[in-house]
Structure formats: C-alpha cells, structure tokens
C-alpha cells in the first residue's frame, strides 16, 4: 500500500512477482529499496535452490526483510484446482488457477534411462490462457484467446513440479532416483511466440546458473509456425530446440485445420527455418500431427519428404496420432503409422512416433481445462486425484520426447 504525493490518499500496488525478474532485474529491484546486491544472490538461492514457497522460509535472510519481501513481493505461483495420475505413475498433470481465476495446464513426464543413461522429468508448460490460433485438432485451440500468461506464471509452473519431485522423487525402473526436472517444452497451452517477451524471459530466468539452471538444450519451444517469431528467436544467444507444428504437406491440406496458414504460408514457414537452421546450425523438428483419412496416405508422406528435404539432417519429423476431441478426428492404424514412416525414411527425413502417455487422464494440452470449464471458482481446498476413475481415453500427450 502507498500514498500518492499531492493528496496522500492510499493506492493499492500489486505486490511484484519475483518469479518474472531476471537476476540484474531482481539486483535492481533490491537496490532500489536500499538492500544490498548480496540479498538477491540469497533470495535466488531460497527461490531456485531451496524451493522455498513463501519468504518465511528463507531463513538465511533476517527476519525485516523478509517482513518486508512478504508485504511488497510474491513467489507463491498458481493455485493447485485439480491433480490427475496415469495408472502407472509416470505422467501427471495438474490445472492451475491463477491469481485472477483462469485456469491453465502443466503434465509431469517421467521417462527410464535412455541411451545416455539418464532418467528424465520432462514438465510441459502453458504460455498463455487459451490461444489465438484455432487449430481444429487441438482442445485449447477450440477456447478462444483469454490473455498472455507473463514471466512469473510460466516460471512457476516449473517450480511446481520441482518442488513435488524434490519432496517425493521418482525411482526409474532403473533405481536411479530423479528429485529434480531436467527437461522443459513449452507445448502445453498457447502459442509461445504470440507471447514472444513474457516467453524468452521465463525461458533466461530458468535457464540462468542463478536461475533453475536448466540447460538451454533441455528446453524446447513449439509455435505453430510464427515467422516473425522465429527469426527473432535465430538471433537470440540461447540454444534451445525449436518444434514447428506442421500437420500437412501443403497449404490447402493444412489451412483446413490451421487457420494461421493464411497468414504464414508453408513455404514462409520452412524459409524462416532454413534461416533459424543457418544461425543456429541446430535441428529443427516438423510436429505431424496425423489424422486418419485426410494426411496420414503415402503419397502425403511422400509429399512431406520433398518438402523438408533442403533440410536433411537438420529436420526431423515427430509424428503425432491425434487425440480424441471434440472436433470427432481419429489416429490412423499402426500400420497406416508404419506406412507412412518407410516413406519419409525412403525420401531421406529421420522421424518418430510419439509415445503414447497420459491416456487415461486427458494429458493433451486443453482438455482437463475444457473437462473444468474456462473459469472456476478456488476450491476451499485442492482436489487431488490419484486415479482417472472413468474409461480411458485415447489420448497422448502434446509434446516431443525431449532428449
């Protein structure tokens, strides 16, 4: 609370989220109220490394001050509405309510030992409150445009499950224990490039040493295919993997269940990667969504194979069977599936099916959120939910299998 010079009348301030401040932005917050530079390093410390979720338990800051943080910041995040669990374990998903009621989507993937030899806990996050974008297939396509989340609830989101996994860590089959996330995409709800900003800032903040310290390459960013958007991210000194969700080998096939082809044709598209691969000499990977009876035939394998080939190596495709919604679309068989990949291996592209996790508890991105409603009120207690206790559901989760 503070007081206007000229009439001293009291003017509520919004406490600031300490969430969505850079390390030199939270130094300079601090500065600004005559703390000294040292307490940010012990204030990131209690944030990244303790996983404090209030101030009260940062004990290595003195008491006044954390008094005073209390009264003018917040690190607390979103509200816990609902939380599901696959069946075996290694999939969660929570919905989140904001400080102003709108519910967002964040799943928990846990994976054994790959050929690296190491465990992972992937954590697929939201960017905005809705989208924009109005794919045909994609349950928060079908919501409508609420707002941008900003800096601090993408962070928080993270932390979340950071801070279940340092609680209770996850024993791979493998006996390895995993107590922390090694992996972040942002595929959940939204577009992360229509929230451009809000996005590259979360995305420093949990890469930062200071910071979560996540590795850029463990992070990986999925548009539906913004150009401005993905040259902006060429130029940017992080090297996080970029996903392009593609879904069909030409314009007219895709601009039936993308709309923003319009704007961004495909060839606009693959130039902007063409440019974001010879910055960045990173791979790009081409989402494929396939739908039984309008993409998934050879010859739109063969197609699609032409179209990346400039790319060679440096373009794989992640081929995704649709989950169930309510637009009625439906995944092709597995031999359909297989099919379909011989082509794209003949034509010289590297592909993937997605495994298939989360599906009996609608960890596709949009659909706990649809099952809920846009806006709820905040229960006087969360609901945990240990157990989808309906008929599975055909789904899979919204996301490449982060390496």
Same mark, same amino acid.
């Given at each position: 609370?503070?007081?206007?010079?000229?009439?001293?009348?009291?003017?509520?301030? %919004?406490?600031?989220?300490?969430?969505?401040?850079? @390390?030199?932005? *939270? /130094? &300079?917050? =601090? !500065? #600004?109220?005559?703390?000294?530079?040292?307490?940010?390093?012990?204030?990131?410390?209690?944030?990244?490394?303790?996983?404090? %979720?209030?101030?009260?338990?940062?004990?290595?800051? @003195?008491?006044? *001050? /954390? &008094?005073? =943080? !209390? #009264?003018?910041?917040?690190?607390?995040?979103?509200?816990?509405?609902?939380?599901?669990?696959?069946?075996?374990?290694?999939?969660?998903?929570?919905?989140?309510?904001?400080?102003?009621?709108?519910?967002?989507? &964040?799943? =928990?993937?846990?994976?054994?030992?790959?050929?690296?030899?190491?465990?992972?806990?992937?954590?697929?996050?939201?960017?905005?409150?809705?989208?924009?974008?109005?794919?045909?297939?994609?349950?928060?396509?079908?919501?409508?445009?609420?707002?941008?989340?900003?800096?601090?609830?993408?962070?928080?989101?993270?932390?979340?499950?950071?801070?279940?996994?340092?609680?209770?860590?996850?024993?791979?089959?493998?006996?390895?224990?995993?107590?922390?996330?090694?992996?972040?995409?942002?595929?959940?709800?939204?577009?992360?490039?229509?929230?451009?900003?809000?996005?590259?800032?979360?995305?420093?903040?949990?890469?930062?040493?200071?910071?979560?310290?996540?590795?850029?390459?463990?992070?990986?960013?999925?548009?539906?295919?913004?150009?401005?958007?993905?040259?902006?991210?060429?130029?940017?000194?992080?090297?996080?993997?970029?996903?392009?969700?593609?879904?069909?080998?030409?314009?007219?096939?895709?601009?039936?269940?993308?709309?923003?082809?319009?704007?961004?044709?495909?060839?606009?598209?693959?130039?902007?990667?063409?440019?974001?691969?010879?910055?960045?000499?990173?791979?790009?990977?081409?989402?494929?969504?396939?739908?039984?009876?309008?993409?998934?035939?050879?010859?739109?394998?063969?197609?699609?194979?032409?179209?990346?080939?400039?790319?060679?190596?440096?373009?794989?495709?992640?081929?995704?069977?649709?989950?169930?919604?309510?637009?009625?679309?439906?995944?092709?068989?597995?031999?359909?599936?297989?099919?379909?990949?011989?082509?794209?291996?003949?034509?010289?592209?590297?592909?993937?099916?997605?495994?298939?996790?989360?599906?009996?508890?609608?960890?596709?991105?949009?659909?706990?959120?649809?099952?809920?409603?846009?806006?709820?009120?905040?229960?006087?207690?969360?609901?945990?939910?240990?157990?989808?206790?309906?008929?599975?559901?055909?789904?899979?989760?919204?996301?490449?299998?982060?390496?």
């Amino acid at each position: 609370m503070l007081s206007t010079p000229a009439t001293g009348a009291a003017i509520d301030v %919004a406490p600031t989220d300490l969430l969505g401040l850079e @390390p030199g932005d *939270l /130094r &300079a917050w =601090l !500065a #600004a109220r005559g703390e000294q530079p040292f307490r940010a390093r012990q204030i990131l410390d209690g944030i990244y490394r303790q996983l404090a %979720a209030d101030f009260e338990a940062m004990t290595n800051l @003195p008491r006044p *001050l /954390r &008094a005073r =943080l !209390a #009264a003018d910041a917040t690190i607390a995040g979103p509200t816990l509405r609902r939380e599901l669990a696959a069946r075996d374990g290694r999939t969660r998903k929570v919905l989140l309510a904001l400080a102003d009621g709108r519910l967002i989507e &964040a799943v =928990l993937m846990l994976y054994p030992a790959g050929p690296d030899g190491r465990a992972r806990a992937s954590v697929c996050i939201s960017t905005q409150a809705g989208c924009a974008y109005g794919c045909t297939f994609c349950a928060t396509g079908q919501m409508g445009f609420d707002r941008h989340l900003t800096a601090g609830e993408i962070v928080a989101q993270v932390l979340y499950f950071a801070r279940e996994l340092r609680a209770q860590p996850w024993t791979a089959p493998d006996g390895q224990a995993l107590d922390h996330v090694t992996n972040v995409v942002l595929m959940g709800m939204g577009e992360p490039l229509h929230n451009y900003d809000n996005v590259l800032r979360a995305v420093r903040i949990l890469n930062a040493p200071e910071g979560l310290g996540l590795g850029a390459r463990h992070i990986t960013l999925s548009t539906v295919g913004l150009v401005p958007g993905i040259l902006r991210l060429a130029g940017e000194p992080l090297q996080i993997n970029l996903a392009i969700s593609l879904h069909a080998p030409t314009d007219a096939m895709r601009l039936r269940t993308m709309p923003v082809t319009r704007k961004y044709p495909i060839a606009a598209v693959l130039e902007a990667c063409q440019t974001y691969v010879a910055r960045t000499n990173r791979q790009v990977t081409f989402e494929y969504v396939l739908l039984a009876g309008e993409n998934d035939a050879p010859e739109h394998a063969r197609a699609l194979a032409a179209l990346l080939a400039p790319l060679r190596q440096l373009g794989h495709v992640n081929l995704i069977p649709v989950n169930a919604t309510a637009a009625g679309y439906r995944p092709p068989s597995g031999e359909a599936i297989r099919r379909f990949r011989d082509e794209l291996r003949r034509g010289g592209i590297g592909n993937s099916v997605r495994a298939e996790r989360g599906d009996d508890i609608a960890a596709a991105c949009g659909q706990l959120h649809t099952r809920e409603g846009r806006t709820v009120p905040l229960p006087d207690s969360p609901r945990r939910i240990a157990d989808a206790s309906g008929a599975a559901l055909d789904l899979v989760v919204p996301m490449v299998d982060p390496e």
